[in-house]
């Protein structure tokens, strides 16, 4: 396949950039706003998880699904490859399992809450239901935040990279 020449790169590490500021400026906007939730008032639950449901379908979803996509052109169009180097297909596995987290954690709860405080109202926000899905919600997002960061340090850091192996093997 042919490569992306230098200023494709700079183009590709860009919209990356971006990307990613969108993915985790969402999650942490999602985090802000959840803490200053009263749970004791509906409106302002309601109004919260709605509020919450746009930043994730507007913001984090587009946020990693470029990402995503930007990572496949990554893997196939530049010398970087997918596992050619450890660190990369490290930040990757990561980035697809807190993808995973999201999608089928974060999301079902947060749906599966907004459900509740439709039909339920009031009620909702003393249902045991809705209380183990908002802590199960808010336990899977600092996971995510927490990758997030690791998957950061590790793209600056470039830990196990490739040098370092075959310098090991021809000493």
Do not use: C
């Amino acid at each position: 396949m042919k490569k992306l020449g230098p200023i494709g790169m700079r183009w590709l590490k860009i919209i990356h950039v971006l990307l990613v500021v969108l993915f985790f400026g969402g999650i942490l906007s999602s985090v802000a706003l959840n803490l200053h939730i009263n749970f004791t008032n509906y409106d302002e639950s309601y109004l919260g998880y709605k509020n919450i449901i746009i930043i994730s379908d507007h913001i984090i979803r587009w946020g990693a699904i470029g990402t995503l996509l930007v990572g496949f052109i990554y893997g196939f169009f530049t010398n970087w490859g997918f596992f050619k180097h450890r660190w990369v297909g490290v930040k990757f596995i990561l980035f697809i399992v807190q993808t995973i987290v999201g999608i089928f954690i974060v999301d079902k709860l947060m749906m599966s809450n907004m459900e509740l405080l439709e039909t339920q109202k009031e009620l909702a926000l003393s249902n045991p239901i809705f209380i183990k899905n908002h802590e199960i919600r808010q336990f899977a997002v600092y996971f995510q935040v927490a990758v997030t960061i690791f998957i950061f340090i590790i793209s600056y850091l470039k830990p196990w990279k490739k040098k370092k192996l075959q310098q090991k093997l021809n000493a």
